[in-house]
């Protein structure tokens, strides 16, 4: 019998958890659903803020193409307008089983990832974005073609681009926490730049909707420009190391 009390002392907390994260994902779903919701009925405000860059009308060639397309910019966009919340029930998950200082911690990195994602969306969306179709659509001008794009290309075009931008948007961030956790060594990192730009440019390949090299050196600038930033802040808030060479044990010995 104590045997069996054992097992269901354990077997208690493990259900408890469980209950408390359906609870958690269930709100969550709720809320993506009311602002999916919302963002549906005013979808073609959303399409006309989308597709002011773009300057030109819209077209579908297939029947659902329409369709299917105002419910991903509606998706999208309820999502990004739940997210506080999701983020929110998501702390209350993991807090209870975190110290003090890691909640401290937590909440400064919740935060951040969440208004670093939505920077990384307006900086595409007024400046990247714009310039980027400017030059697309000028280019097939130029070269005799005519502008026809379709509902869904275009909402992929903007959606692939918005995304990626929200996520480089993060690098900085990233890069103080692992310097924080003592992963990488900002020292170092600033030694091997050469190597750094190199890798901003493979990330902005394999990142653009599209393969041309002018999409490319527009993600991989502000990618190379962020490093830096997340260079001076990993300076400033990543672990305190030692100087090089220096260890308690040499300083002991040379006492």
């Not at 408390?20 to 602002?35: D, F, K, P, Q, Y």
């Not at 998706?75 to 998950?93: A, H, I, Q, R």
């Not at 290309?153 to 990626?164: G, H, Q, R």
């Not at 990993?234 to 305190?240: D, H, L, P, Y």
């Amino acid at each position: 019998m104590s045997g069996k009390k054992i097992i269901e002392d354990i077997k208690m907390p493990i259900i408890k958890h469980l209950i408390e994260l359906r609870t958690r994902l269930v709100r969550s779903a709720i809320m993506v659903g009311i602002a999916f919701s919302l963002a549906l009925y005013f979808t073609k405000d959303i399409i006309n803020i989308l597709k002011r860059p773009l300057k030109a009308e819209l077209i579908f060639i297939s029947p659902a193409e329409a369709f299917w397309a105002t419910f991903k910019i509606s998706f999208f966009t309820g999502l990004l307008f739940s997210l506080p919340v999701v983020l929110y029930e998501l702390w209350k998950f993991i807090a209870p089983g975190l110290k003090m200082n890691e909640r401290k911690y937590g909440v400064i990195f919740v935060s951040s990832s969440f208004v670093l994602f939505v920077m990384g969306l307006l900086f595409c969306a007024y400046l990247i974005l714009p310039f980027a179709l400017s030059f697309l659509i000028s280019y097939g001008l130029d070269v005799g073609m005519k502008p026809m794009i379709s509902a869904a290309s275009y909402i992929d075009f903007v959606l692939k681009f918005s995304i990626a931008f929200g996520l480089i948007f993060e690098l900085p961030l990233a890069m103080t926490i692992l310097s924080r956790v003592g992963v990488i060594d900002p020292r170092k990192l600033s030694k091997h730049r050469k190597y750094a730009v190199l890798l901003a440019f493979i990330v902005s390949a394999i990142l653009t909707p599209t393969p041309d090299i002018f999409n490319q050196i527009l993600m991989a600038v502000p990618i190379i420009i962020l490093f830096e930033l997340g260079l001076i802040s990993a300076r400033i808030f990543g672990k305190k190391r030692e100087e090089e060479g220096v260890t308690p044990k040499t300083a002991k010995e040379g006492a």
